[in-house]
C-alpha cells in the first residue's frame, strides 16, 4: 500500500521547517488516546539502531532513533564490505494523546502540545480498527472527528500564540518606530488571520524571508504532517477500510500530505516471528510490513536527503537538508571541514554502481570536483578536500 500525496515534486517551495541541523530533527508521533500510537513506537523502539556511533546520543525513554530503508546504502556496504556502516537514521518521540480542549489544558493539554513545539515534523496516528476491548476517548472509531479534533487543538494553540506576539509588537510599536518589528507585525496579522479562517500555516504561501520568522514562532500548524492509518490486520490484508476514502477527502482538502496505511497489531506480530516464520506469514497473506515506508516517508517529509561516504573502512550516510550546499555539508562530519572547505570530489552512485569502482568512474569522466555553490544531491558519494591547519588556533 503505497503513501498518496499530491506533493511529491522536487522543486519545492520555502518550507515552514525549523531550521535546526539535520542531525538533531525528530518526529513526533500524535493522536487522540487509544488509536495505536503506543504499538507503533514499540515497534519502532524494538528496530532502534544503537547510538555507539552518534555524537550527542543520549536517548530519552520515549525516543527511539530507526534506520531508514535504503538500497543504494545496502549495495554499498556488499561492495565495499566495511569495517563500519552507519546508516541514516530518523529520530522518532512518542507524545501522550491528545484530547479535545487540550489547548486550553484540558488532560495534560499544555504539556502534551510542548512536546509537539518540540519536534519538527509530526506522525499522526489515525485509529480505523474497531476493537470492543480498546475504548476510544470519544466513545466509538470516526477518524475524520479524530483528525479535526488534533487540527483544531493545533491552530487554536497557535492562535493562542500569535495573538500574544502580535500585542507584544504592538506594545513595541506604539514605544518605538522599527522596520523589523513593523514588517513582523504584518506576518504576525496575517497569519492570525488564517488561523482565524481554520487554515493550518504551512498551507499558506510564504517567500522566504517569511519562513524565517515564522520559524521563530515555532506554529504546531507549521510541522510537516505524515497521516498514519492504523487498521485491523483484516482490512490491511484485504487493502480496503470504509474510512479509507473519507480520510482520503479530508487530508485532499487540508494540504493533501501523505497517507500511509499500516496494522500496529500485524507490525508487532511480525516483529515478533523469526525471518522465516515472518516470510511465509507475509507470502502467504500477500502482505508486507509498512514500517520501512513510514520512516522513509517521515525522513523526506522533513525535507532530509542523505549523502554517502564510503570505503574500506567505512560506509556512512550523512543526513542534511534538502538543497544543501557543499561545505555545509562537509560541516555535518565535522565543522572544520565546513571552515577550511576546499573542494567536494563527487561520484554519482548509479554512475558507481554501473561502472564498478572508482578508478573506472575517473576513467570514464564522471568523477566531478566541485567547488563551494555545489548543491549536493540525494545519493551523492563524496570526498571533501578541506584546508584544516591552524583553524584549532582560531577557535
Known sequence: MAATSKKEKEEKKPRVILGR???????????????????????????????????????????????????RYEWLVNHHKPASK????????????????????????????????????????VRVFEDADVTHVEGGVDPVRDLQIISEELMLKDLETVSKTKEKLERELHHKKDKKKSDELEITVRIEALLKEKKQVRLSEWKATDVEYLNSLQLLTAKPVVYLINMSEKDYIKRGNKWLGKIKAWV???????????????????????????????????VASAIPKIITTGYHALDLIHFFTCGPDEVRCWTIRRNTRAPQAAGVIHT???????CAEVMKYDEF?????????????????????????DGDIIFFKANTVGLDKKK
Open 353 to 377: 554502481k554501473e561502472l564498478g569502482s572508482e578508478s573506472a568512474v575517473k576513467a570514464n569522466g564522471k568523477y566531478r570536483q566541485e567547488g563551494k555553490n555545489y548543491v549536493v544531491c
Open 86 to 125: 552507519v546508516p541514516a537514521v530518523l529520530q522518532i518521540t512518542d507524545i501522550a494523546g491528545l484530547i479535545r480542549g487540550a489547548s486550553t489544558g484540558e488532560g495534560l493539554g499544555n504539556a502534551f502540545l510542548s512536546h509537539i513545539r518540540a519536534v519538527d515534523g509530526i506522525f499522526h496516528v
Open 336 to 342: 572544520d571541514f565546513e571552515k577550511g572547505f576546499i
Open 21 to 71: 541541523p539535520s542531525n538533531s530533527l525528530t518526529i513526533g508521533v500524535v493522536g487522540v488516546p487509544n488509536v495505536g500510537k503506543s504499538t507503533l513506537f514499540n515497534v519502532l523502539t524494538k528496530l532502534s539502531v544503537p547510538a555507539e556511533n552518534f555524537p550527542f546520543c543520549t536517548i530519552e525513554p520515549n525516543e527511539a532513533r530507526v534506520s531508514v530503508p535504503d538500497d
Open 252 to 286: 485532499d482538502e487540508n494540504g493533501g500530505e501523505p497517507m500511509v496505511p499500516f496494522c500496529g497489531a500485524l507490525e508487532a506480530k511480525l516483529l515478533d516471528m523469526d525471518d522465516d516464520a515472518k516470510k511465509k506469514y507475509c507470502e502467504e497473506n500477500k
